[in-house]
């Protein structure tokens, strides 16, 4: 079976610049979502969706942050402006549901200079 | 009160011994636990589901203790490859499908 698949792998970019990350789950995976982790910390959860609905984005940073999942299966977070705080590991995960297991993909390192 | 808290360790133990970690978390009703392990830059993995009756797994054993709020990992016989970061993650219970939550890791380096 397939992972969860994300790309880039790394990427460094200069603070204002603008950055995408892009996502696609595990076939069948209805839920999905995008989780941000700076080192030394657990993820922290930046939007869930269900299907192509968001569930939760109460800590997604509107101002800069953006997410999509138009079709319910793959999915892109932006950031634009970037800021030197936003360097950290973007995670995505899906599930099959909301309160089942997640599964990780191997993440986008990033660098903002 | 954070929601979910870890010990931060780190843990670091001689191969062949015994390790316990623990993670209480604050919603009573909560509904879901599980323990993922993530190695050095590489993604959370799922370890083990931690079930009301608990439940084992090999060298590992997972514990719920709903009375006092808090799940438990043993790592019996530890190895070298079970060097790495210990993440407990709890996930509500109730009608809406809130966030799950991470704690923020126990490292654990087993030493020769």
């Known amino acids: 079976e397939a992972g969860v698949a994300q790309s880039p792998r790394y990427k460094i970019i200069e603070k204002r610049q603008s950055v995408a990350f892009w996502c696609n789950p595990i076939?069948?995976?209805?839920?999905l979502y995008w989780y941000q982790q700076i080192l030394g910390q657990g993820p922290k959860l930046l939007i869930q969706f269900q299907n192509n609905g968001v569930v939760d984005d109460s800590q997604l940073p509107k101002d800069r942050f953006s997410a999509e999942r138009l079709k319910g299966v793959d999915s892109t977070l932006k950031i634009q402006p970037a800021k030197l705080e936003d360097s950290a590991v973007y995670l995505c995960?899906?599930?099959?549901?909301?309160?089942?297991?997640?599964?990780f993909g191997s993440g986008t390192q990033l660098s903002v200079l | 009160r954070k929601e979910v808290e870890q010990d931060p360790g780190p843990f670091n133990v001689p191969e062949g011994a015994t390790v316990a970690f623990n993670c209480t978390y604050s919603n009573s009703a909560s509904q879901s636990f599980f323990w993922y392990r993530q190695d050095c830059r590489k993604e959370p993995k799922l370890l083990m589901s931690?079930?009301?009756s608990g439940n084992e797994d090999g060298r590992f054993t997972a514990q719920l203790n709903r009375a006092s709020q808090y799940i438990s990992l043993l790592i019996r016989d530890s190895k070298l490859s079970d060097s790495a970061t210990y993440l407990c993650v709890v996930i509500p219970g109730g009608g809406s499908a809130r966030q799950l939550t991470f704690g923020s890791g126990t490292q654990l380096t087993v030493l020769p």
């Open positions: 995960a899906s599930s099959l549901g909301p309160r089942e297991k997640l599964f």
């Open positions: 931690v079930y009301s």
């Open positions: 076939s069948g995976h209805a839920t």
